[in-house]
C-alpha cells in the first residue's frame, strides 16, 4: 500500500518561509517524477514544482527563485522549501509522485497540507 503523507504547512505572514515534507512508505516501481501541486480555493489543482529521477527541477513561473523541491532518497522524503511567501501562495498543498509500469502512467497523492500566508 502506497501512503504519501504531507506536513509542514500552517499560517505564516507574507515574506516568511515554510517547508513541507513528503513522506513516502510503500513501494513504487519505475518513478518518473516527484512534486508538489496546489488548489486554491475555487481554482483548479495546479503543479508547483516537480524533480525528475534525473534530478532536473522545474518550477511554474509564479514560484521560481522563491521555492525550492528536493529529496532524500535515502529517506524517502520529499520537500518544498518555500520563500518569500505571498498571500496568493495560499492553498492546499498536494505531494505526487507519477511512475509508469506496462506503458500505463500512475499518480499517487497525499491528502494535502494547507498553506495559509496573510497579509
Known amino acids: 500500500q502506497v501512503q504519501l503523507v504531507e506536513s509542514g504547512g500552517g499560517l505564516v505572514q507574507a515574506g516568511g518561509s515554510l517547508r513541507l515534507s513528503c513522506a513516502t512508505s510503500?513501494?513504487?516501481?519505475?518513478?518518473?517524477?516527484m512534486g508538489w501541486f496546489r488548489q486554491s480555493s475555487g481554482k483548479q489543482r495546479e503543479v508547483v514544482a516537480t524533480i525528475t529521477n534525473g534530478g532536473r527541477t522545474n518550477y511554474v513561473d509564479s514560484v521560481k527563485g522563491r521555492f525550492t523541491v528536493s529529496e532524500d532518497a535515502a529517506k524517502n522524503m520529499l520537500f518544498l522549501q518555500m520563500s518569500s511567501l505571498k498571500p496568493e501562495d495560499t492553498a492546499v498543498y498536494y505531494c505526487?509522485?507519477?511512475?509508469?509500469?506496462?506503458?500505463?502512467?500512475?499518480?499517487?497523492w497525499g491528502q494535502g497540507t494547507q498553506v495559509t500566508v496573510s497579509s
Open positions: 505526487n509522485i507519477a511512475s509508469t509500469m506496462l506503458n500505463k502512467e500512475y499518480n499517487y
Open positions: 510503500g513501494r513504487i516501481f519505475s518513478i518518473n517524477r
